[in-house]
């Protein structure tokens, strides 16, 4: 064999991403993101599209399950800082972004996420409120998390384009195919762009037909009332009328 050079592939941010993410920020519509890849690399991307600004702060969750040898064990990272302790990272969690002093996002693998869920329980709920990035999730887990969320009483959309995502594109409230391949099946809608950039539409043509049909029910509502309210008033007049009518008898005609 010749050795003629290495091929390096290279999958982008689609240009659309960022856009998108900052309109459903500015509509209070958190984003999530739930992937296959690497850890890093899903932090990399979240940063790009702008799911974490540039003054956010990324604690990645790492949590091991029960071993013959070891306990569960629960501990928390700071980007770029290493391991923190565990008494004040889960103050942090307690108190939230803003008493804690900045602004953070939680990273959580599949394996964190099992354990989490198996092993702690009080803390699962909290992980989910502030996570933004679930990395090497299997296909079940990110069912699992729809409805986990779900739980929280979020209503949950869902984008996504292989066979994996199938599964939480069907459990999520909304689910979106970007393809027409097997997620198509699975999902209420499928768009023709192969990007995110017809969520907002999609957000938008919602509304307007949730306005719509309530106005239309308040039509139907007042049209009903002011019929019966018609009718009632005629009714009640005619028979005040009747009731003030004198009766006489007519003479009969002479021969």
């Known amino acids: 064999m010749q050795f003629l050079g290495l091929l390096m592939m290279k999958n982008l941010v689609k240009p659309e991403s960022a856009a998108v993410i900052n309109v459903l920020n500015l509509a209070d519509i958190r984003s999530v993101m739930v992937t296959g890849d690497n850890l890093l690399t ?3 991307v979240a940063k790009s599209c702008g799911m974490v600004g540039s003054d956010e702060k990324v604690i990645y969750v790492d949590a091991t399950p029960h071993t013959a040898e070891t306990l569960p064990t629960l501990r928390f990272s700071l980007e770029d800082e290493g391991t923190s302790p565990a008494q004040s990272t889960r103050d942090i969690i307690n108190q939230g972004p803003y008493q804690a002093g900045f602004s953070y996002h939680l990273a959580v693998t599949g394996k964190s996420f099992a354990a989490l869920c198996d092993h702690f329980p009080e803390h699962f709920p909290k992980v989910l409120m502030k996570a933004t990035i679930f990395a090497r999730m299997s296909p079940d887990q990110k069912s699992q998390l729809v409805k986990e969320l779900q739980k929280l009483n979020y209503r949950v959309g869902m984008c996504g384009d292989g066979a994996n995502d199938c599964g939480a594109l069907r459990a999520a409230d909304v689910g979106v ?14 768009s023709k762009t192969e990007n995110i950039s017809c969520v907002p539409m999609l957000i938008r043509e919602g509304r307007c037909s949730l306005v719509t049909s309530f106005s239309l029910f308040r039509y139907m509502a007042l049209y009903s009332l002011i019929q019966f309210c018609s009718v009632l008033i005629l009714n009640t007049g005619s028979c005040g009328s009747m009731e003030r009518v004198v009766p006489f008898q007519l003479p009969h005609a002479a021969c």
């Not at 393809?179 to 499928?190: K, P, Q, R, Y």
């Open 42 to 44: 899903a932090v990399n």
């Open 177 to 190: 195919s970007l393809s027409e391949a097997e997620a198509s099946v699975a999902s209420t809608f499928t």
